[in-house]
T-cell receptor
């Protein structure tokens, strides 16, 4: 079975631009979570969605938004990019949100 | 609020030697505890998890961890290091059974294996 997939794998943007990252969960999983991992640090929680509803939000500015689609895939959107948004963005899926989370390979975003 | 502290950002071990990675957590409710491994330029792979029941948990690649409530610890061990164990390891905590449940990670421990 396919694991969590994310696209694109790498992305280069300039300050002020907008970016959309995509995630497809493991088949049968209804919850998707997003994490930001800055170089040299542990991942930080951004959002969790379950059945298209936001179930949790981390301490990130309103420039960050997300949504989940009827097929349980998800998008993470970041507006007005800052240099500090450069990071590995990880998507994780789980059955209902309260159990083990399985991670995708991540999207590496570089903001110049 | 939950938090995780991993002692030692870098650990160097010889091939065949014991690997010991330390993790202490803080949680006001019974926790779920996890260890994940991250190889260079990759995502996180689940090594093992503690939810309820037996406090000694065995995972993949010969790793195991013991949940000690009295010490609020969940240290990861492997009896004999292999070159392929060189990676970064993250300890994480979440709340038991809570929907909308986030993982809170430690800062990670990078393991170097010397031949």
């Amino acid at each position: 079975d396919a694991g969590v997939t994310q696209s694109p794998t790498h992305l280069i943007k300039t300050r002020g631009q907008h970016v959309t990252l995509r995630c497809s969960p493991i088949s049968g999983h209804k919850s998707v979570s997003w994490y930001q991992q800055v170089l040299g640090q542990g991942p930080q929680f951004i959002f969790q969605y379950y059945e298209k509803e936001e179930r949790g939000r981390g301490n990130f500015p309103d420039r960050f938004s997300a949504r989940q689609f009827p097929n349980y895939s998800s998008e993470l959107n970041v507006n007005a990019l800052l240099l500090g948004d450069s990071a590995l963005y990880l998507c994780a899926s789980s059955l209902h949100g309260g159990e083990t989370q399985y991670f995708g390979p991540g999207t590496r975003l570089l903001v110049l | 609020a939950q938090s995780v502290t991993q002692l030692g950002s870098h650990v160097s071990v010889s091939e065949g030697a014991l690997v010991l990675l330390r993790c202490n957590y803080s949680s006001s409710v019974p926790p779920y505890l996890f260890w994940y491994v991250q190889y260079p330029n990759q995502g996180l792979q689940l090594l093992l998890k503690y939810t309820t029941g037996a406090t000694l948990v065995k995972g993949i690649n010969g790793f195991e961890a013991e949940f000690k409530k009295s010490e609020t610890s969940f240290h990861l061990t492997k009896p004999s290091a292999h070159m392929s164990d060189a990676a970064e390891y993250f300890c994480a905590v979440s709340k038991q059974g809570a929907a909308g449940n986030k993982l809170t990670f430690g800062g990670g421990t990078r393991v170097l294996v010397k031949p």
